[in-house]
């Protein structure tokens, strides 16, 4: 006989954003995620989890969390979280999310990350991205910004910003710093609230569609005959300098 939180989560699933681990669950609640559906396969565990990291959300995950046995949680994920906890969410609509990345005047920048690669870091720049409150990530080419790998790696802060994948063509208005190493040195420049901040893939850096709709080249410094750095490292180098030099106040 089919596991009834089984069979429930089967059908949400292909039309749900995966969050996987009690971290990525706890952020999401956070951040107003809808959330339908959490397991776990010990319940009193990930409460008592709660109530030490995220009590905001302690009376929430009591109401939300199915306890499930373990071969049906593993079935769920790609791999099992540490946690043991997965939820599923609702994205949020891509018209919401457009509305906020193309409102002016911003006051905090958008991110654009063109063309990348690596999943992982695509989740991490979006980690950082929600620290900064910064006003959403673009990413452009084929890499998906909502696949279960970069959520996983963004620890469900996909729901504190807005996160979309765009053309070139479809960029949000506002100055584009991107990132170069023939650029001006980012230490005698203030970026603006409304910039938007352009980051080149790991591999082969920015793509002519994106140079083309750049107006400045913006150097981060580098020691000579070092290479480059970690995209989420460069992301997080330009986001500190641009709350330094003026940017919003982070809410402590």
Do not use: C
């Amino acid at each position: 006989m089919t596991d009834p939180a089984a069979a429930a989560w089967h059908r949400l699933a292909d039309a749900s954003v995966l969050l996987d681990g009690f971290h990525a669950l706890k952020h999401a609640l956070r951040f107003g995620a809808e959330v339908p559906m959490a397991v776990t396969t010990d319940r009193p565990a990930a409460l008592a989890l709660a109530g030490e990291l995220a009590p905001d959300v302690r009376e929430t995950l009591d109401a939300l969390l199915t306890e499930v046995p373990e071969d049906v949680y593993r079935s769920f994920v790609p791999r099992p979280h540490p946690t043991a906890v997965a939820a599923l969410a609702v994205r949020p609509a891509r018209e919401a999310n457009l509305e906020r990345l193309g409102h002016t005047p911003r006051s905090a920048p958008v991110v654009v990350l063109d063309n990348p690669r690596n999943l992982g870091n695509a989740g991490a720049v979006i980690r950082l991205a929600a620290g900064f409150g910064v006003t959403g990530v673009v990413t452009t080419g084929t890499l998906d910004p909502w696949h279960p790998t970069v959520v996983r790696a963004g620890a469900g802060l996909h729901f504190a910003t807005a996160v979309e994948r765009l053309t070139v063509e479809e960029l949000p208005p506002g100055p584009v710093f991107a990132l170069d190493p023939e650029g001006d040195d980012i230490r005698g420049l203030k970026l603006p609230d409304d910039a938007v901040l352009a980051f080149g893939s790991e591999r082969s850096g920015l793509s002519a569609e994106l140079r083309a709709r750049t107006d400045h080249l913006v150097a981060l410094p580098m020691r000579p005959q070092v290479s480059s750095y970690n995209l989420a490292t460069s992301v997080a180098m330009t986001l500190y300098h641009w709350s330094a030099t003026g940017g919003a106040p982070l809410v402590p």
